[in-house]
Nanobody, 126 residues
Framework: QVQLVDSGGGLVQSGGSLRLSCAAS????????MGWFRQAPGNEREFVVA????????YYAASVEGRFTISRDVAKNTVYLQMNSLKPEDTAVYYC???????????????????WGQGTQVTVSS
């Protein structure tokens, strides 16, 4: 079992920045990949970014590449999402997720992740 606690959301103006954190506990040594997804009202949960827990590979959705940066601190079992140049369309609840297997090229499928944080609201005003 892995427990995830995500935090750092808030209200920011367009063009601003936020930094989300996801702290993992439990069987973190079994994790392969961690990701961030987001869900706006009326929309399906969509992939934002993922990082290999055991390596350095990162994967970004086209909509955030160049603005968002994912990083991890293995010693602290924490993943960070630095979000810059935020836009109103980035408004959503952001969830971190952990996968206990190598996802290969399936990192953008929410169903491949077995553990989820509770979500943190990000609101970008225009």
């Amino acid at each position: 079992q892995v427990q995830l606690v995500d935090s750092g959301g808030g209200l920011v103006q367009s063009g601003g920045s936020l930094r989300l954190s996801c702290a993992a506990s439990g069987r973190t040594f079994s994790m392969y990949e961690m990701g961030w997804f987001r869900q706006a009202p009326g929309n399906e949960r969509e992939f934002v970014v993922a990082i290999s827990w055991r390596g350095s590979s990162t994967y970004y959705a086209a909509s955030v590449e160049g603005r968002f940066t994912i990083s991890r601190d293995v010693a602290k079992n924490t993943v960070y999402l630095q979000m810059n140049s935020l836009k109103p369309e980035d408004t959503a609840v952001y969830y971190c997720a952990a996968a206990m297997k190598d996802l290969g090229d399936r990192y953008y499928y929410p169903n491949e992740y077995g553990y989820w944080g509770q979500g943190t609201q990000v609101t970008v005003s225009s």
